[in-house]
C-alpha cells in the first residue's frame, strides 16, 4: 500500500512540476491543484477535531492547565454554534472578531516587543562572539536613527547609515540567505520527488 | 526563461542524483555546526532522562511557495521519531496549519513503525497548536511548560511570534534550537533562540542527523549551485562594469 501512496505522491508532484513549463499539462496541473485545495480544506476541519481531541484529553485527565482548554473548548463550540445560527457576517460575530481576537492578538504582540527587548539584553550573555556584538549595534543604530527623539535630531543617522545598512548590507544579506533557502526549497522537493522523503508516512 | 529554470531543476535533479550515488560509498565530511551537534546530544539525552522533545513545524501551507522549510521540518521530524521512538515519553510535533499538522501525525507514525514500536504511536503527538500565528504560539507555549520537555525545535516558517517560544523555553531552562526561512524571524531568532539557524542551514538538519545518502548529496548540490550563483553574479557585475550589458 505504502508504494502505491508513495508512486501516486510521486507522480502528482512531478505532474504538477512539468505543468509549469509545458503548456500541455497546464489543465491537468490545474485540476490536481484544485483538488489539492478541495483536501486542504477537510484537513482544515479535521485540524479543528485534532484540537478537540487533544484539549478534551486534557480536561478529562484534569492535567495542568486543564482549565485552559476548557476554556477554549468552550469557546470554540459557542464560537460555532453562534457562527452557524447567525452567520458570520452577523455584527455580533463580527464584534467576535473585534472584541476578543484582534486585541488578544495585539496584546500578545505587545508582548513580544518586551521579551525581545529583554532577549537583546541577554544575547551577550549568551553569546558572547562579534556577530552577537554586530547585531545589537546594528540594532540600536537602527532605532536611534527611526525614533523621534525629544530635543534632538541626529540627522547623519538617518540620512546616512540608516538608507546605507538598509539598502547595502541589510539587503545584500538578505538576497543571500533567500538564494540559500531557495536552494535549500528546492533540493528538499527534489528529495520528496525521488522518494526519499516520504511527509505522507511510508517507511 | 521557463527553459533556464526548467534546466536549473533538471541539472538539480542529475546532480542529486549522481552525487547520492557516490555518497554511499564515502563518509560525510561537513563543517561543524555546533547548534545541529548540540541537537544531536539533546535528542540522545532526551530518551536517556525520559523528557520530551518538543518540534513546531510553523504555519506555512505545503501550498504556498513557503512549503519547503515545513517539508524540511518534516524531515527532521522522521530522523527524531526514529531515533526517540522507544524513549518514555514520545516527541510533540506542532503546527500552525492544519494540513501540515496531519502529515506530522504521519510522520511520527511512520517514524515509530521504521523501527518496530509502531504500538508506541500515540495520535495526539501531532497536534494543531491554532490557527492563526499568534494563537499557534499561545497554544504550544503551555507544551513546553506542563510537558516535561527538556528540548525544543522551531523548524518551520514562522514569523516573529517565534520569540513566544524562544523565551517560553528559555524559562525552562531547555534546549532550543531555532530555524526559520522568514527573515524578521530569523533576526528574532537570533536575539532570543539558544541555538539558532540562519538561512539554508534548515535544511540541512536532518542530514546532519544521519538521514542518508540522499540528504548528505542535496547539501553538496545546494553548495554547487550556490557557487554557481556566485560566478554568475560576478560575471554579471563584470560585464555590466565593461558596459557589455
Redesign the interface.
Given at each position: 500500500m505504502r508504494y502505491v501512496a508513495a508512486a501516486i505522491a510521486i507522480a502528482t508532484g512531478l505532474i504538477v512540476l512539468v505543468g509549469y513549463f509545458v503548456p500541455a499539462l497546464a489543465s491537468v496541473q490545474s485540476i490536481l491543484l484544485n483538488w489539492t485545495i478541495i483536501l486542504a480544506g477537510v484537513a482544515a476541519l479535521v485540524g479543528v477535531f485534532n484540537l478537540i481531541s487533544v484539549h478534551g484529553d486534557k480536561v478529562r485527565r484534569r492535567e495542568k492547565g486543564s482549565i485552559y482548554s476548557a476554556i477554549l473548548l468552550v469557546s470554540l463550540f459557542a464560537s460555532f454554534i453562534f457562527g452557524i445560527a447567525l452567520g458570520p457576517d452577523h455584527p455580533d460575530m463580527r464584534l467576535l472578531v473585534s472584541a476578543v481576537i484582534v486585541p488578544v492578538e495585539a496584546t500578545l504582540m505587545a508582548l513580544l516587543t518586551v521579551t525581545l527587548l529583554y532577549a537583546s539584553i541577554r544575547l551577550l550573555r549568551r553569546r558572547n562572539d562579534l556577530m552577537s556584538i554586530v547585531f545589537l549595534l546594528t540594532a540600536v543604530l537602527m532605532l536611534a536613527a527611526s525614533a523621534t527623539l525629544p530635543f534632538i535630531e541626529i540627522s547623519p543617522l538617518n540620512d546616512l547609515v540608516r538608507p546605507w545598512i538598509q539598502n547595502v548590507l541589510a539587503l545584500g544579506g538578505a538576497r543571500g540567505i533567500l538564494i540559500g533557502v531557495a536552494l535549500g526549497t528546492l533540493t528538499t522537493g527534489l528529495r520528496v520527488l525521488f522518494g526519499a522523503d516520504r511527509p505522507y508516512g511510508g517507511k | 526563461m521557463?527553459?533556464i529554470?526548467?534546466g536549473?531543476?533538471v541539472f538539480?535533479?542529475i546532480l542529486?542524483?549522481a552525487i547520492s550515488l557516490t555518497k554511499r560509498k564515502s563518509p560525510p565530511n561537513w563543517r561543524v555546526i555546533p547548534a545541529l551537534t548540540k541537537l544531536s546530544h539533546a535528542v540522545d539525552l532526551s530518551v536517556e532522562d525520559g523528557t520530551r522533545l518538543f518540534i513546531a513545524l510553523g504555519r506555512a501551507?505545503l501550498?504556498t511557495?513557503r512549503?519547503?522549510?515545513p517539508?524540511?521540518g518534516?524531515?527532521l521530524l522522521?530522523r527524531i521519531a526514529e531515533r526517540t521512538s522507544l524513549s518514555d515519553r514520545p516527541p510533540v510535533a506542532v503546527a500552525g496549519?492544519?494540513?501540515l499538522?496531519?502529515?506530522a501525525q504521519?510522520?511520527l507514525?511512520?517514524g515509530y513503525?521504521?523501527m518496530g514500536a509502531g504500538d508506541l504511536y500515540q495520535?495526539?503527538s501531532?497536534?494543531?497548536s491554532g490557527?492563526?500565528p499568534?494563537?499557534a504560539?499561545?497554544g504550544a507555549m503551555?507544551i513546553i511548560r506542563?510537558e516535561n520537555v527538556s528540548a525544543s525545535m522551531l523548524v518551520g516558517d514562522f514569523g516573529?511570534?517565534a520569540?513566544?517560544l524562544?523565551?517560553a523555553a528559555?524559562r525552562e531552562n531547555s534546549f532550543l534550537l531555532g530555524a526559520s526561512?522568514d527573515?524578521a524571524s530569523?533576526a528574532?531568532l537570533?536575539?532570543?533562540a539558544?541555538e539558532p539557524l540562519?538561512?539554508?542551514e534548515?535544511?540541512?538538519a536532518s542530514a546532519y542527523l544521519d538521514a542518508?545518502a540522499?540528504?548528505s548529496a542535496?547539501?553538496t548540490?545546494?553548495d554547487v549551485?550556490?557557487w554557481l550563483?556566485i560566478l554568475a553574479l560576478l560575471a554579471g557585475s563584470v560585464l555590466k562594469l565593461i558596459g557589455l550589458i
Open positions: - | 521557463n527553459l529554470e526548467l536549473l531543476v538539480a535533479a542529486l542524483f501551507s501550498l511557495s512549503g519547503g522549510a517539508l524540511a518534516l524531515g522522521r496549519e492544519s494540513s499538522a496531519l502529515l504521519d510522520t507514525q511512520a513503525q521504521a495520535p495526539t501531532g497536534r494543531v490557527l492563526t499568534f494563537s504560539a499561545a503551555p506542563d516573529v511570534e520569540a513566544l524562544a523565551d528559555e526561512t527573515l530569523q528574532a537570533f536575539a532570543s539558544q540562519i538561512g539554508e534548515l535544511f540541512a542518508g540522499l540528504h542535496s547539501l548540490v545546494q549551485l550556490r550563483i
